[in-house]
């Protein structure tokens, strides 16, 4: 079977949520299918050469850049379905081309319905490109992988797709990567930052509104004594509507408490979260939320909201909050000092995470593709 790709955010020049999922699925899939032949298709301005090159990917694989800075999707993409002896296109991570070659099937992975939940929080031209696209190929797709069971209701409810058509796969996280760090390491790293270990809460995102850190911000805040000593560190790229955001903690005088790093590679987010008090993630809403689990597996305490895929996805390994509310926020991040439950919490994590890896993740989606055609 010859199974095209879109790998355009596989190969982003910098990769959060999706751009990972796509990345690090292609990475797995090519250890373990020697079988079928796939052909990766790239946007050229964001090729990230240095991963393509080397042995370590399967020779099954193929990387072929569609040469079309604007329309890539709609007019690159679909074009390529008629020119390449195509079984399968397999969308990862964004939108099936309108036109396809005749009888090709397909299969798309839908994140979440988060434009649809929280539109305010989305751009208009986004809102109107994603509601239109969406719909189309939910009808139109093959199959439809969510990754988590919370997509998959979303779409039966809100959408009214058949169950059937749909399968729920977990992402996974890079268990070589994500672990404790040690404690030698760990002080030194954290000092060039002006940290120290479980001297501060920590978020990981993009840094937008409906990540919620303005409660977080206003939560933390609440907490501010003469005995509280922690800090708010926000790891994550600047987003939309981020500006008031960014001047809150000045507004509420924690500015000198609240470090803003923006974006961290991967390779170093393991230190941050091996020393934090507690990832603090009480998103308003999440089609996965991979911080927790990458979190959990470096034993770092999860405070994180009791809505959307959060639970689901968490277990019993955090502490769970209403994230509409600051004063539930507020307690949930002074649980932290409760020693019991921290380790009872830790602990759960370690055990939680053993659900997900990114070699379950391949041969679950590679099973979706495979029954597709």
Same mark, same amino acid.
């Given at each position: !079977?010859? =199974? ?16 990972? *999922? /796509? ?15 796939? =052909?990766? @298709?790239?946007?050229? &301005? ?6 393509? &090159? ?61 434009? &649809?939940? %929280?539109?305010? !929080? ?13 719909? @189309? &190929? ?7 992988? +969510? ?18 058509? =749909?399968?729920?796969? @977990? ?16 002080? @030194? ?35 501010? /004594?003469? +005995? ?19 001047? %809150? ?23 941050? *979260? ?32 009791? %809505? /959307? ?14 994230? *509409? ?49």
């Amino acid at each position: !079977m010859v =199974i095209g790709i879109d790998g355009s955010r596989a190969f982003a020049s910098w990769r959060t949520g999706t751009e990972n *999922y /796509s990345y690090q699925l292609l990475r797995a899939l090519s250890k373990i299918d020697q079988k079928n032949k796939y =052909i990766i @298709y790239l946007r050229p &301005q964001s090729r990230r050469r240095g991963d393509l &090159q080397g042995s370590s990917w399967s020779k099954k694989f193929q990387f072929k850049e569609i040469p079309f800075q604007r329309l890539w999707t709609q007019a690159g993409l679909s074009l390529q379905t008629f020119r390449d002896n195509l079984d399968l296109l397999f969308v990862p991570a964004h939108t099936l081309p309108v036109i396809i070659k005749p009888g090709l099937k397909t299969v798309v992975t839908v994140h979440d319905l988060g434009s &649809q939940y %929280l539109p305010s !929080m989305h751009q208009l031209k986004q809102r109107l490109y994603l509601g239109f696209m969406q719909r @189309y &190929q939910l009808q139109k797709a093959t199959k439809i992988i +969510t990754v988590s069971k919370a997509t998959k209701i979303d779409l039966i409810d809100r959408e009214g797709i058949d169950p059937a058509k =749909i399968q729920t796969v @977990y992402e996974g996280y890079d268990k070589s990567l994500f672990k404790p760090v040690r404690s030698d390491t760990l002080v @030194y790293s954290l000092r060039q930052y002006g940290l120290e270990p479980g001297g501060y809460f920590l978020f990981v995102g993009t840094v937008q509104p409906r990540k919620n850190l303005e409660r977080v911000i206003s939560a933390f805040s609440k907490l501010i /004594s003469p +005995t509280f000593s922690k800090k708010l560190v926000i790891i994550g790229s600047k987003g939309w509507l981020s500006d008031d955001i960014y001047q %809150l903690p000045k507004k509420l005088g924690v500015e000198d408490r609240v470090k803003f790093l923006g974006y961290v590679p991967d390779e170093k987010l393991p230190v941050f *979260y091996s020393g934090a008090a507690a990832l603090i993630f009480p998103s308003l809403f999440e089609g996965f939320g991979l911080p927790i689990i990458e979190a959990q597996a470096c034993g770092c305490l999860v405070i994180t909201s009791n %809505l /959307s895929s959060m639970p689901e996805i968490a277990g019993k390994g955090a502490i769970y909050v209403n994230p *509409y509310k600051i004063n539930d926020i507020v307690e949930g991040m002074r649980k932290v000092d409760d020693g019991k439950l921290r380790m009872e919490k830790i602990k759960e994590g370690f055990e939680n995470v053993k659900r997900f890896s990114w070699e379950k993740c391949a041969k679950e989606t590679l099973a979706v593709l495979e029954k597709a055609v």
